[in-house]
T-cell receptor, first 112, second 112 residues
Framework: SQTIHQWPATLVQPVGSPLSLECTVEGTSNPNLYWYRQAAGRGLQLLFYSVGIGQISSEVPQNLSASRPQDRQFILSSKKLLLSDSGFYLC???????????FGSGTRLTVV | LAKTTQPVSMDSYEGQEVNITCSHNNIATNDYITWYQQFPSQGPRFIIQ???TKVTNEVASLFIPADRKSSTLSLPRVSLSDTAVYYC?????????????FGGGTRVLVKP
């Protein structure tokens, strides 16, 4: 069966520090991969999505970047975190055609 | 991407049926309607997806009128554990990237 792993679950980072969040998917090949962010009490904002290795589409200009070095690995990064980067970060995957998304358990990032 | 409008919040009681209506006036021919459920500090969970008329699974029913400009998620006999945020999304699951845009969702509170 397909599973999605996301880590760490929680993270507290100082302003100006780098960030690396990792997401891996098992049990499927060539999935679509996504990074979402959810601010406290708000809806989900799509940050990046990828349809294949090395293919990244950015939805909003910001202090973050994404990479897909392997088929089932999706990484969210930042060189210097801002206070406004705090939030709940969710990785998700979907099959190539049809169906819905499967989300990871999320990473709660607090920038202090 | 079709924009959706749904109530901000709804209250209900255990054992009652909860109906959440979502408006999507500019839905496109290839768009499907998908509903997700999100508990606090967790990623959204796929509930149901449909294109027209009625879809039913073990969790919910989805009613879509002929003009497809709205849809209603029906949760039968809710329990306290159904307290969550419910998101209505409209999009083409076969489109490249299959990216979905989440709105603010409907916060459902089930009371004893």
């Amino acid at each position: 069966s397909q599973t999605i792993h996301q880590w760490p679950a929680t993270l507290v980072q100082p302003v100006g520090s780098p960030l690396s969040l990792e997401c891996t998917v098992e049990g499927t090949s060539n999935p679509n991969l996504y990074w979402y962010r959810q601010a406290a009490g708000r809806g989900l904002q799509l940050l990046f999505y990828s349809v294949g290795i090395g293919q990244i589409s950015s939805e909003v200009p910001q202090n973050l970047s994404a990479s897909r070095p392997q088929d089932r690995q999706f990484i969210l990064s930042s060189k210097k975190l801002l206070l406004s980067d705090s939030g709940f970060y969710l990785c998700a995957w979907s099959v190539r055609v049809g169906g819905g998304y499967t989300f990871g358990s999320g990473t709660r990032l607090t920038v202090v | 991407l079709a924009k959706t409008t749904q109530p901000v919040s709804m209250d209900s009681y255990e054992g009652q049926e909860v109906n959440i209506t979502c408006s999507h006036n500019n839905i496109a021919t290839n768009d499907y309607i998908t509903w997700y459920q999100q508990f606090p500090s967790q990623g959204p969970r796929f509930i149901i997806q449909g294109y027209k008329t009625k879809v039913t699974n073990e969790v919910a029913s989805l009613f879509i009128p002929a003009d497809r400009k709205s849809s209603t998620l029906s949760l039968p006999r809710v329990s306290l554990s159904d307290t969550a945020v419910y998101y209505c999304l409209v999009g083409d699951p076969w489109a490249a990237g299959n990216k979905l845009t989440f709105g603010g969702g409907t916060r459902v509170l089930v009371k004893p």
